[in-house]
Nanobody, 124 residues
């Protein structure tokens, strides 16, 4: 099971840190992706981190503003989101796929486990 947390309401330019915690299995052998779905839009790939944490991919719309990281000892992956914009408003999901890397990062069919999502709203 994957459980996301850390979402909420934030003003434009603000920051949030999302967490993705796993229970019942170890994330050590899984690359982890973050996806989001905004109202009326298709699900979009946001970021992916390799099993080691040394390789990360980012979607064009978030590169330079978001940072993904993982703490395998805590069985948790994080998404630090800075300089948030209203267009970042969405439900954010984490997902796990067999590692080690994030090739074809945004092919959601490659991910075996999905969380239920956490709402992020960016508004003044």
């Amino acid at each position: 099971q994957l459980v996301e947390s850390g979402g909420g309401l934030v003003q434009p330019g603000g920051s949030l840190r999302l967490s993705c915690a796993a229970s019942g299995f170890s994330l050590d052998y899984y690359a982890i992706g973050w996806f989001r779905r905004a109202p009326g839009k298709l699900r979009e790939g946001v970021s992916c981190v390799s099993t080691s944490g040394r390789r990360a991919d980012y979607g064009e719309s978030v590169e330079g503003r978001f940072t993904i990281s993982r703490d395998n000892a805590k069985n948790t992956v994080y998404l630090q989101m800075n300089s948030l914009k209203p267009e970042d408003t969405a439900i954010y999901y984490c997902a796990a796929r067999p590692g080690p890397g994030c090739g074809d990062s945004w092919d959601d069919g490659l991910y075996d486990y999905w969380g239920k999502g956490t709402q992020v709203t960016v508004s003044s």
